[in-house]
């Protein structure tokens, strides 16, 4: 559940990293006399990028090289530790948090919970922000709860009102990067699915809750661009600047701004990179801060892994190419595929929700990989007392 809170930390320790080292602490788990090759690459990967807060030129928080190895090291204990219960466990987990946000999100825009809402200009309702500190993580993170409430084994009815809450704290979140990586990874889930589903596979039924909570959907937006229709316009427009940007779109601007600053900065780097934090000297409009800067983050995030580590970041960056793709079929998959791209306008790379489905999915792969050697030594094991015992036959034959 900690992933689905972002920056909430003790002592500069994210809640994530507490719980996770209490659940290894207390729960049953297989012991290994050596750590898996999964978590040994993600540790490995992470420290090329973190060890360049050493000697970069640039570097602007050394710390941030604490915080990506203690990120990693938290996948590696998922890798390591959990079990397929525990990889469900989790996913229920996020489910829940994100849930919770969306449900806070929903009722600070009615004027129940009390937070003010955001960005009236761009919503007639304003733009909410749930558990989170901006309107864009709570869009990206309801788009999480909607991908588990659609996929993950539910109660009907329980999932009709999971999906109906992440779905409109989604909507009206109004954070473009969200819908972009919403659509985007529901798309690819539906390629994979078409291309590798087996005749026998389960289909969709009404009984699953997802064809009434897609109508259900649809009628309280009827009804709400009905007695709202500033909402329907806002929508339109926020809609059409998605995928353009437009001359009196600030927020679009200044991204497009960010991403010159953070190309010129690793088109100019030394095959090392600037060392990790640089990316974040990108101010909003797109201007270097070659002093102290508040941020350690770059809004696109393999441009700013570029310009953080060069070539060191490219074992890191394959890490997670390689976790998607062999786990395509998974909820985990989709989850993580959701986050990288909703990153590439706001980065949460450096947030826990990142490297708990990075350590799902190599958790999957693990577990894949045991079974078949499972089924490899009791192949031989067969093969070999067969063999054994046709020599005793051919020593019992008489000649």
Sequence with gaps: MGAGLIGVQIAQVHVFTILLLIWVLFSKRASRSIAPIEAILTIVAAALLASTVLYGELVNSPTLGLQLLALAGCTALIVIFASASDVKAMLYGLLIMTSASSVFGLLQIVGIAPYDVWHLSISALGRPTGLYSEPDWLGMMAGVGLVLAWRLPLQRWVRVLLILANMSA?????????????????????VVYLITRKKSAPRVTPKSGRILATALSGVVAILAFSFIPSLHDNLVTRLSQTLRVAD??????????????LNYLASTSPWYGWGLSTSGRVGVSGRLNFGESRNNVGSNWVVSFWVDGGLLSVAL???????????????????LVLVLLSSFFSNAVYQPVTWLMLGLCLSVVRMRR??????????????????RFGQQLVSRTPA
Aim: avoid cysteine; aromatic fraction near 6%.
């Design 370 to 387: 045991e079974r078949t050697a499972e089924q490899v030594d009791e192949s031989e094991s067969k093969t070999a007392v067969a063999h």
């Design 170 to 190: 989604w909507v009206l979140a109004f954070a473009r990067a969200a819908w972009v990586a919403v659509v985007a990874s529901a798309m690819l889930a539906v």
């Design 248 to 261: 009196n779109d600030v927020s679009a601007q200044a991204r497009v701004a960010q991403n010159d600053g």
């Design 317 to 335: 960056l394959i890490l997670f190419g390689a976790a998607v793709i062999l786990t395509l079929r998974t909820i985990q998959s989709q989850v």
